[in-house]
C-alpha cells in the first residue's frame, strides 16, 4: 500500500521545546515538501528537497530544521525559535519531471 | 493569493446544481495550475490540472478553465453533491528550480441536500 505517512496526527509540547515531525513515503517520489496551513489559509511552502542529502528553504523557514538523509523520509523540526508553532503541517512529495504534488493526511500541532 | 484569514470565501450550491469556483492566480509566468479538495484535518486531494498551453481540460464531472489574459482559474463541478463539500484550493507554479506550489487561500464549498 503506497502513499505518504506522517505522524502523529495530533501533537502537543510546552512552548520553548524542539518537536520533529514525521514525513515518509515509499512511493519512490524524488522530490518531497513541507507546508504550513493556518486556520482558513493556503498553504505555505517551508522547506524542500529535490534530491537526498540537499534541501532548500521555502517561503517561510524561520525556526524550522530538516534533514534528507534517506529518499523516503523528511522528518520537520520545529525549533524554539519559531514564534507561532501551532498549525496543521503538511508533508508531500512528486516524482521527477511531474509537477502534481501527493499530499500526506498532516499533523497537527498545538503548543502551548 | 490574498490571505482571508478566518473567512474563507464561501460558495453554497444545491445538490445536484453545477458549481463554479474562481481563482485569480498571481504570476503571469505560470506554467502549471492544479486545484485541490482538501475535507476538514486532511491533506489536499488532487482533483485535476492544466498547463498553460492550454486553455480547458476536462475530467470526470470536473472541468478547469485557464484565462491567462486576466490571469483566472476556475473549476467547474457538474451535478454537485453533498460529498464535493469541501475547501478548494488553486496552486500556481513558475520556478522551474524547486517547482513547489504557491497555493490560494482557497473557497469552501458547501452542498445543500
Known amino acids: 500500500d503506497g502513499g505518504i505517512t506522517q505522524s502523529p496526527k495530533y501533537l502537543f509540547r510546552k512552548e520553548g521545546q524542539n518537536v520533529t515531525l514525521s514525513c515518509e513515503q515509499n512511493l519512490n517520489h524524488d522530490a518531497m515538501y513541507w507546508y504550513r496551513q493556518d486556520p482558513g489559509q493556503g498553504l505555505r511552502l517551508i522547506y524542500y528537497s529535490q534530491i537526498v542529502n540537499d534541501f532548500q528553504k521555502g517561503d517561510i523557514a524561520e525556526g524550522y530544521s530538516v534533514s534528507r538523509e534517506k529518499k523516503e523520509s523528511f522528518p520537520l523540526t520545529v525549533t524554539s525559535a519559531q514564534k507561532n508553532p501551532t498549525a496543521f503541517y503538511l508533508c508531500?512529495?512528486?516524482?521527477?519531471?511531474?509537477?502534481?504534488?501527493?499530499f500526506g493526511p498532516g499533523t497537527r500541532l498545538t503548543v502551548t | 493569493g490574498e490571505s482571508v484569514g478566518l473567512h474563507l470565501p464561501t460558495l453554497s450550491v444545491q445538490e445536484g446544481d453545477n458549481s463554479i469556483i474562481n481563482c485569480a492566480y498571481s504570476?503571469?509566468?505560470?506554467?502549471?495550475f492544479i486545484w485541490y479538495k482538501q475535507e476538514s484535518g486532511k491533506g489536499p486531494q488532487f482533483i485535476i490540472d492544466?498547463?498553460?498551453?492550454?486553455d480547458k481540460r476536462q475530467g470526470q464531472r470536473v472541468t478547469v478553465l485557464l484565462n491567462k489574459t486576466v490571469k483566472h482559474l476556475s473549476l467547474q463541478i457538474a451535478a454537485t453533491q453533498p460529498g464535493d463539500s469541501a475547501v478548494y484550493f488553486c496552486a500556481e507554479s513558475w520556478d522551474t528550480g524547486r517547482r513547489a506550489l504557491t497555493f490560494g487561500s482557497g473557497t469552501r464549498l458547501q452542498v445543500q441536500p
Open positions: 492544466i498547463r498553460s498551453n492550454m
Open positions: 508531500a512529495s512528486k516524482p521527477g519531471g511531474v509537477d502534481e504534488q501527493y
Open positions: 504570476n503571469s509566468a505560470s506554467d502549471y
